[in-house]
Nanobody
Framework: QVQLVESGGGVVQAGGSLRLSCAAS????????MGWFRQAPGKECDFAAA????????YYGDSVSGRFTISRDNAKNTVHLEMNNLKPEDTAVYYC?????????????????WGQGTQVTVSS
């Protein structure tokens, strides 16, 4: 069982930046591939970014590519999502997720464990 706790959400003006963190705990937490998803009010949960357990491979959704950066520190069992040039359409609850054998990184069902989410609000 892996526990995930997100932090770093808040309110920011358009064009600003935020850094989300996801602290993982549990057996072999650092061996999991990790992802970030987001869900805006009234919309489906969408893929934002993912990173392999080693940190060597990263993947991004089209809407965040070039603005968001995912990274991890396995010594601290932490994954980060650096979000720059934020837009009002980035407003959503952001969820951290963990997968033991990630193949289709954009698919929610690939991820076995989920955090409770952190709210990000971007004002125009």
């Amino acid at each position: 069982q892996v526990q995930l706790v997100e932090s770093g959400g808040g309110v920011v003006q358009a064009g600003g930046s935020l850094r989300l963190s996801c602290a993982a705990s549990g057996p072999s937490a650092s061996s999991y591939d990790m992802g970030w998803f987001r869900q805006a009010p009234g919309k489906e949960c969408d893929f934002a970014a993912a990173i392999s357990w080693s940190g060597q491979s990263t993947y991004y959704g089209d809407s965040v590519s070039g603005r968001f950066t995912i990274s991890r520190d396995n010594a601290k069992n932490t994954v980060h999502l650096e979000m720059n040039n934020l837009k009002p359409e980035d407003t959503a609850v952001y969820y951290c997720a963990a997968a033991s054998h990630l193949r289709k990184f954009w698919e929610l069902r690939e991820y076995e464990y989920w955090g409770q989410g952190t709210q990000v609000t971007v004002s125009s």
